[in-house]
């Protein structure tokens, strides 16, 4: 079965139906995807902001880092979930769709990036005096902050062409 | 075509400013967390109240303005839809009540000379002040779904 098919499929399978007919259950998952948005991609922005030197000045980004994204994880927990099963409803729709297909892109850049960071950056973070970031590092964060505004872009247009 | 009317009637207008609603919205309640955890005595423990609010409020004015300017670009373009949307009423009064509250706790708590309070007065009001943000956020949600 191709990815397309796949997709077309998971459109059609009886919990996609159910879900995308439910009066309340399909605003009740768009409104969680939404409102979990600070949770998750606002901790982040938060700690990119320190890292530029924005905001938090004087913490140790290693400190700020273990705080912010202890709460990241819970949001990007919501995240997926509710990401999951939205996409399951219109997985169809959602395959040939631009902005769907330029959002998972930009996800996979910021993965990419996220990886970098952990690699590079994360193991000498407690050396950085505070209010240090290496150049590397802020080009991280200055990438991190650019595509993620790009996904929320791209989820909320795409959201209105279902 | 004016602004109001690329916003109201063009192809990418609605997305191009409920994308930015949404991005201010997320700077925005990203500080509320962080003031009201902190304030729960859950997150930052190694900083105070009194740090976070100057370090974090020009960013939580930055997503004020940004949710309040792109909010009156959606709503100058149907007013009419609005006024009559019975979420959209409960949205701003509570909206109004949120800011209140913030406002009020943040003199209170993170003021310089604050009394020490108990970490049960502490929990409860930063459990409200999120439970009023957030009904903001549901209700700006239900102005697409209940009239």
Not at chain 1, 23 to 38: K, N, R, V
Not at chain 2, 13 to 30: D, E, F
Not at chain 2, 40 to 52: G, H, I, M, Q, T
Request: glycine letters at 8%; charged letters at 10%; aromatic letters at 12%.
């Amino acid at each position: 079965m191709s990815l397309a098919e796949w997709f077309q499929w998971l459109e059609q399978t009886p919990a996609s139906t159910a879900i995308a007919e439910s009066i309340w259950l399909f605003p009740l998952l768009e409104g969680s995807h939404i409102l979990a948005l600070p949770l998750s991609v606002g901790m982040i922005v938060i700690f990119d902001l320190h890292l530029l030197g924005l905001t938090l000045t004087g913490s140790r980004a290693a400190t700020v880092m273990t705080e912010m994204l202890r709460w990241a994880k819970l949001g990007f927990a919501v995240m997926f979930i509710t990401g999951g099963l939205l996409l399951m409803c219109h997985a169809g729709r959602a395959y040939g769709n631009p902005f769907f297909r330029a959002k998972m892109i930009f996800l996979l850049i910021l993965g990419i990036n996220a990886v970098v960071y952990q690699v590079v950056f994360v193991p000498k973070m407690p050396q950085w005096a505070a209010g240090r970031t290496p150049a590397g590092a802020r080009v991280c964060a200055v990438l991190s902050l650019i595509v993620w505004v790009g996904v929320i872009v791209c989820g909320r247009t795409m959201a209105y062409q279902f | 075509m004016s602004v109001i009317e690329f916003i109201r009637d063009s192809q990418y207008g609605m997305p191009i400013v409920q994308s930015v609603h949404l991005v201010g919205l997320t700077l925005l309640l990203a500080v509320v967390f962080v003031l009201n955890l902190r304030l729960a005595d859950v997150a930052l423990k190694n900083v105070s109240l009194e740090f976070l609010v100057q370090q974090l409020r020009r960013w939580l004015f930055v997503g004020l303005a940004v949710v309040v300017l792109s909010g009156l670009l959606i709503f100058i373009g149907t007013p009419a839809k609005y006024l009559a949307s019975n979420p959209f009423r409960v949205k701003m009064a509570v909206l109004g009540l949120a800011m209140l509250f913030q406002y009020g706790m943040l003199r209170r708590f993170a003021a310089p000379d604050a009394m020490p309070r108990s970490r049960a007065a502490r929990l409860i009001v930063a459990a409200l002040s999120l439970t009023l943000w957030f009904t903001v956020g549901w209700a700006g949600r239900a102005i697409a779904f209940i009239p």
